[in-house]
């Protein structure tokens, strides 16, 4: 899924609507309105103040573009680029009262995808050099899930399912009452209904076993399979039952999975790495908005 797919130009016009609103720009900016001058033009550049992987000046661009709101922002740097503190990543041209009634809402989101690439950014390159491919988890703040995703691609991962809707994930809550044939029987034939309703980007499936691995390898129209909470040792067998059984079933190790213990997951050949803390333990970075 590409940025345009992520973030279109009418939803990044949406959320900018709604930030402003909730920043109390419909009321006016009273600072800005009673000490600079209308129509005072002005350029402000965007600095960081902390190394940091960019992300978010693209989309954001866009959107002022078609609010058509008397600012326009243009990018020093590019999506995805790295850079050290004090890098201008791009400029505010235009009304500065409007530069300035926007500067907060403009930092606030820049400084959450910022936060959110760079982390990314971390765990990928944790695992250079091995198959496994960092994805997100559905952990995203609400509200802001296409953002986060977005920040998650910036940063080298890989965007999972959007939500509910676009693939199934049947996970141990799901299949808690079934076990053994009775488990492959009917996750047969709830996964036959499901591509029968829908398209689906992918079937996915959780186990917590190797005995429940062997059963899920074994149903017909499973894509990937979620090893949940596995060490490296007993991920290792996993591969090694998967590679026998069915090699293009896909393997996704997930659970409490941390910058320390990523490298060794990777090394156990799984296939993707899904990770809650991309989007749930990223620190909003420091930009600065500098006349």
Same mark, same amino acid.
């Given at each position: 899924m590409d940025a345009s797919e992520l973030l279109s130009t009418a939803l990044i016009v949406e959320d900018l609507d709604r930030w402003l609103r909730e920043d109390g720009l419909d009321a006016g900016d009273v600072t800005s309105e009673v000490i600079v001058e209308a129509d005072n033009e002005g350029t402000f550049r965007l600095v960081a103040r902390e190394p940091m992987v960019v992300c978010g000046l693209e989309p954001l661009g866009r959107g002022l573009a078609a609010l058509e709101c008397d600012v326009a922002l243009a990018a020093s740097v590019d999506e995805g680029d790295q850079v050290e503190s004090g890098t201008t990543l791009g400029t505010l041209t235009g009304e500065r009262r409007t530069a300035l009634a926007l500067e907060r809402s403009i930092l606030n989101i820049l400084g959450r995808t910022c936060g959110v690439a760079t982390l990314t950014h971390?765990?990928? $390159?944790?695992? !250079? @050099? +091995? /198959? $496994?491919?960092? !994805? @997100? +988890? /559905?952990?995203?703040?609400?509200?802001? /899930?296409?953002?986060d995703k977005y920040a998650v691609t910036c940063g080298g991962g890989m965007s999972h399912r959007m939500g509910l809707h676009d693939a199934a994930l049947f996970k141990d809550n799901h299949l808690a009452s079934l076990q053994g044939a009775q488990m492959a029987e009917q996750l047969a034939g709830a996964i036959a209904r499901a591509r029968a309703d829908r398209s689906l980007a992918f079937v996915q499936v959780e186990v917590d076993t190797q005995d429940q691995l062997a059963v899920v390898l074994g149903v017909p129209g499973v894509d990937?399979?979620?090893?949940?909470?596995?060490?490296?040792?007993?991920?290792?067998?996993?591969?090694?039952?998967?590679?026998?059984?069915?090699?293009?079933?896909?393997?996704?190790?997930?659970?409490?999975?941390?910058?320390?213990?990523?490298r060794a997951v990777a090394e156990s050949g799984v296939d993707r790495i899904a990770i809650g803390a991309l989007t749930r333990d990223a620190t909003i970075l420091d930009i600065g908005l500098d006349a």
């Open positions: 971390r765990y990928v $390159a944790a695992v !250079t @050099d +091995t /198959r $496994a491919v960092i !994805t @997100d +988890t /559905r952990k995203t703040i609400p509200g802001l /899930r296409r953002w990937i399979i979620l090893l949940d909470n596995m060490p490296p040792d007993v991920l290792k067998e996993a591969v090694a039952t998967r590679d026998a059984v069915a090699p293009n079933v896909q393997l996704e190790a997930s659970g409490g999975i941390t910058l320390a213990s990523v």
